[in-house]
């Protein structure tokens, strides 16, 4: 049974990986449950079984145990069509923890002066990498490692469009641009071009010295920044995430507003954001009280139409 499941466990992931799922996580602990389950002499993939074998380790976050537990779910799965006699571990068994980081609402003029203090950094490629960087960031809601390895061949600025491999992404996807933010990058692109002729990175986006940017660099220049024009405080501590954040709660916003069915765009605009699964884009409903609100709008007009509809 062990060396079947070794078979069934590589078949699993190369299957799925065809696909595009990257199953970094799953290839490394399914072998594990398979090596384990040898050792307690187990014939068949049980519940209990794969509740015992995620609990394992002691003293670690919670969260640790629900993705040991869902790896092995998602490869019951599988098993089951092969092997009847598989149990599918429930999807409950732990509380999956709220670790989402309450998010900073960036204004326009927040963004704006983000931009600006940016410009005054030197030297002068300095100033224009991170201001274009985070100008990009803001208006596409791209997520920071995305941006930070973006080669240069990723960056169509005669069609207008990013070509983005992200980790979280699975597949590769396209990221059109407004005219606006590909006449900026190609600025930016003609001043690094100009102050730094050979650079030994092949990224968009470099450092002085020419070098991939690194981003704990980049973490620390967006600190010293928001610092200095006073949106950090010891309470309030902006994300450069929280810039995705913004892009994705201003399109929503902008389709309540105009009266759209955000329901209808959700999918689209999951697709642009890189989110496998819509329930991302749909958290940062929740997160914002004004959208709440235009929600709740939203949902009492319908249920008055239908209420009007049956009395008609």
Not at 228 to 237: E, F, Q
Not at 260 to 283: C, E, F, I, K, Q
Request: hydrophobic share 40%; proline share 6%.
């Amino acid at each position: 049974m062990s060396s079947d499941l070794a078979r069934h466990v590589a078949d699993y992931l190369r299957l799925r990986r065809s696909l595009g799922f990257r199953l970094v996580r799953e290839g490394e602990v399914l072998p594990q449950f398979v090596a384990w389950l040898q050792a307690a002499g187990a014939t068949t993939l049980t519940a209990d079984l794969a509740i015992a074998w995620a609990q394992l380790p002691q003293g670690v976050n919670p969260i640790n145990w629900v993705h040991r537990l869902g790896s092995v779910r998602g490869f019951a799965r599988y098993l089951a069509t092969i092997d009847p006699a598989t149990e599918i571990p429930p999807c409950d068994v732990f509380a999956r923890p709220v670790c989402r980081a309450i998010p900073y609402l960036y204004s326009p003029a927040d963004v704006a002066r983000l931009l600006r203090a940016a410009r005054g950094l030197r030297p002068a490629l300095r100033a224009a990498t991170y201001e274009t960087l985070f100008g990009l960031l803001a208006v596409t809601g791209l997520r920071i490692g995305e941006t930070l390895a973006l080669q240069r061949d990723d960056v169509d600025l005669d069609a207008g469009v990013l070509t983005i491999t992200g980790p979280k992404a699975g597949n590769t996807r396209l990221v059109p641009l407004h005219p606006s933010a590909t006449e900026a990058l190609r600025r930016y692109a003609s001043c690094r071009d100009r102050l730094r002729r050979t650079p030994t990175a092949r990224t968009f986006f470099i450092s002085t010295v020419g070098t991939a940017l690194i981003y704990g660099c980049v973490r620390h220049t967006f600190i010293e920044l928001t610092t200095r024009i006073g949106l950090r405080t010891t309470t309030v501590k902006p994300r450069i995430h929280d810039l995705r954040h913004r892009f994705a709660v201003d399109r929503l916003l902008d389709w309540y507003r105009s009266g759209v069915d955000p329901a209808s765009r959700m999918a689209t605009l999951s697709t642009y954001l890189g989110h496998v699964n819509p329930a991302g884009t749909y958290w940062y409903l929740s997160a914002v009280p004004e959208l709440m609100q235009l929600a709740a709008q939203r949902l009492g007009e319908h249920l008055d139409h239908g209420q009007a509809e049956d009395q008609s």
